[in-house]
Every structure is written in C-alpha cells, then in structure tokens.
Nanobody
Framework: VQLQASGGGLVQAGGSLRLSCKAS????????MGWFRQAPGKGREFVAA???????YYADSVKGRFTISRDNAKNTLDLQMNSLKAEDTAVYYC?????????????????WGQGTLVTVSS
C-alpha cells in the first residue's frame, strides 16, 4: 500500500476542511488507518484513527470537531475537520498499519503518506 494525502489549505478559524488519503495497492480493508499531525517545532501527534475491524478513535483536542471515515471500496480515508482553530495548524499525515489493533501510537504504523499542510488563520 502507498498513500497520497490531499485537501490541505488555508482556512479561517471556525471554518472547515476535508482531508483525503488515497491508498494504492491491495488489502486496504485490513489496514488500520490513522491521521497524525506535526506543527512547526513540535513532535508528531495522533489525531484520529479507524481500525481495520471497526472502531474510531480521536485525540481529546479534536473530539467533537473532526470525523474520520474510510471507504474500502474506493481505498480512501477522509478526515472532516470542522470548527478549526489556529492550534490545528500543522502538516497532516495519513498512515496505515497492517491489522493494527493499537492505533494511537505512531510506531504502530509502517506506511506513511507525504503530508498535507493545513493552515488556520485566527
């Protein structure tokens, strides 16, 4: 599986963006998928994940504002981001982990996309 993230851009605080991650290759449905982000000068942090066999998980900082979803028929992963805040500004990465059960740690994922920049102006 290879991953290609898209959908980043510049948005005002309070606005919305939808990130997408297109996967190429077989067996997408048996990969747990996650979104991580890295703000300038900070480490990579977990944002949201959807496990291959069910279940969605969110960082407390985005719970209630972001929604992760996947379409196994189309090999796509999405992240709908609403009520964006300046602190959401970061490069967002999608990641895939084969049959991963634990989904909140970056080390659980072995395939990463190239990242897409989200900038939220206040």
């Amino acid at each position: 599986v290879q991953l290609q993230a898209s959908g980043g851009g510049l948005v005002q605080a309070g606005g919305s963006l939808r990130l997408s991650c297109k996967a190429s290759g077989p067996y997408f449905s048996v990969y747990s998928m996650g979104w991580f982000r890295q703000a300038p000068g900070k480490g990579r942090e977990f944002v949201a994940a959807i496990r291959w066999n069910g279940g969605t998980y969110y960082a407390d900082s985005v719970k209630g504002r972001f929604t992760i979803s996947r379409d196994n028929a189309k090999n796509t992963l999405d992240l709908q981001m609403n009520s964006l805040k300046a602190e959401d500004t970061a490069v967002y990465y999608c990641a895939a982990g084969y049959r991963t059960q634990t989904v909140v740690g970056a080390r659980e994922y072995d395939i990463w996309g190239q990242g897409t920049l989200v900038t939220v102006s206040s």
